[in-house]
Structure formats: structure tokens, C-alpha cells
T-cell receptor, first 119, second 116 residues
Framework: AQKITQTQPGMFVQEKEAVTLDCTYDTSDPSYGLFWYKQPSSGEMIFLIY??????QNATEGRYSLNFQKARKSANLVISASQLGDSAMYFC????????????????FGKGTHLIIQP | DGGITQSPKYLFRKEGQNVTLSCEQN?????MYWYRQDPGQGLRLIYY???????QKGDIAEGYSVSREKKESFPLTVTSAQKNPTAFYLC???????????????FGPGTRLLVL
């Protein structure tokens, strides 16, 4: 079984500062993917970034980067130069990669971190 | 524009009533998913489908049913057997079985279900 733990229920950060959102995971699958999603107050889940378990380099997408430490089973999201529009819930998720066999299945989500950017 | 649509945005259910939530995608994705989100919680998987006419139960399938007659559509029925249906329901789709980033799930805007 897979498990995602996000230990920060809420965070307050000053605008333009960098912020790190923590995520640890547990799985016995040999191959897996890690995802971060943003959920604004409207409710829609917005995909931010993906890291494959066999990727040698940390993923980056614009202001988002994923600090992947496989031995520690952590996949922290780093947002550089935070903006007021970054205020939202952030969810870490993982899924068993289809290379492990069995095809596509669902994501396992953490409980999220509520990030508030202050001016 | 390609994307995922869900309707209605808000849905009210009376006791003992079955209700159906719509999910449509025009991304040509093979796989589709239904999740439930309760306040202050992450998402939990209800059902998913990898191909047309095939679907599998997720972690909390009891009280729900689905169908996948067309690639574009994956409706979810909340039956009267679901005793606590008040939640936010999100539909998602992914390319399917290509592996890695190709299995990224993209979400619709969601449906809020309330029990009267």
C-alpha cells in the first residue's frame, strides 16, 4: 500500500520569498511517480510537476522544483519567488508506475498544505 | 479547447435518491477516474477505468456505480446505499498506460454534492 504524509497543515510566507512544502511517501513498488497539485479556492486541481522514481535529476517547471531524495523517501515542492496567486492548498500524490505492471490506476494523495502568501 | 467538463457544479440529493454526476473529456485520453474529497482532506479514489467497457473499484467504491460506454464519458452514480454522500467529487483523465509523465492525471472543475 502507498502512503503520502504532508506534515504542514498550514504555512504563512511573505511575498517574493521561496517556500518549501514537505512531502514524504511510503511504497513497496519498484517504480512510481510523484506529483504535486495546486487547489485554489475554486476547487479545481491543477497539475504542477512530476518526478519519476528513476529520474536522475530533480524536476523543474518554471518557479516550481521538486527536491527528490529517494533514500529518504521525500519529494518536497519548492516554489521560488512566491506570489499572492500562489495562495492555495497544495497536495502531494503518488501512483504506482505502469512499468510495475497492471496499467493505469489512481493516485494516493496526502492531506495537503494550506499555503498563504502575505503581501 | 481540450479539457474535462463536469456537471452540474452543485447537486442536491434527497434521502433515498440516486443521482448521477457527469464527466466528459475531449483529450482523447484512455483512462478516467473519480475521486471524492471531504473537507480538510486529500482525494480518495472511488472508481477508475482504463478502457471503454471496463472499470475497477478504488478505495471507497461502496455506494457508488459507474459506466464507461464511450471513451469520452465516465458518469458516476451516487446510490441511496451511500449513507454519507456530501462531498466534493472530482473527475480526472490521463493518457493511460504510456508510463511516467504520460500518466499525469488532469482534473475537471468538480461537482459539490449536498444532501437535503
Amino acid at each position: 500500500a502507498q502512503k503520502i504524509t504532508q506534515t504542514q497543515p498550514g504555512m504563512f510566507v511573505q511575498e517574493k520569498e521561496a517556500v518549501t512544502l514537505d512531502c514524504t511517501y511510503d511504497t513497496s513498488d519498484p517504480s512510481y511517480g510523484l506529483f504535486w497539485y495546486k487547489q485554489p479556492s475554486s476547487g479545481e486541481m491543477i497539475f504542477l510537476i512530476y518526478q519519476g522514481s528513476y529520474d536522475q535529476q530533480n524536476a523543474t517547471e518554471g518557479r516550481y522544483s521538486l527536491n527528490f531524495q529517494k533514500a529518504r523517501k521525500s519529494a518536497n515542492l519548492v516554489i521560488s519567488a512566491s506570489q499572492l496567486g500562489d495562495s492555495a492548498m497544495y497536495f502531494c500524490a503518488m501512483r504506482r508506475d505502469s512499468y510495475s505492471g497492471g496499467g493505469a490506476d489512481g493516485l494516493t494523495f496526502g492531506k495537503g498544505t494550506h499555503l498563504i502568501i502575505q503581501p | 479547447d481540450g479539457g474535462i467538463t463536469q456537471s452540474p457544479k452543485y447537486l442536491f440529493r434527497k434521502e433515498g435518491q440516486n443521482v448521477t454526476l457527469s464527466c466528459e473529456q475531449n483529450l482523447n485520453h484512455d483512462a478516467m477516474y473519480w475521486y471524492r474529497q471531504d473537507p480538510g482532506q486529500g482525494l480518495r479514489l472511488i472508481y477508475y477505468s482504463q478502457i471503454v467497457n471496463d472499470f475497477q473499484k478504488g478505495d471507497i467504491a461502496e455506494g457508488y456505480s459507474v459506466s464507461r460506454e464511450k471513451k469520452e464519458s465516465f458518469p458516476l452514480t451516487v446510490t441511496s446505499a451511500q449513507k454519507n454522500p456530501t462531498a466534493f467529487y472530482l473527475c480526472a483523465s490521463s493518457i493511460g498506460t504510456s508510463g511516467g509523465l504520460g500518466e499525469t492525471q488532469y482534473f475537471g472543475p468538480g461537482t459539490r454534492l449536498l444532501v437535503l
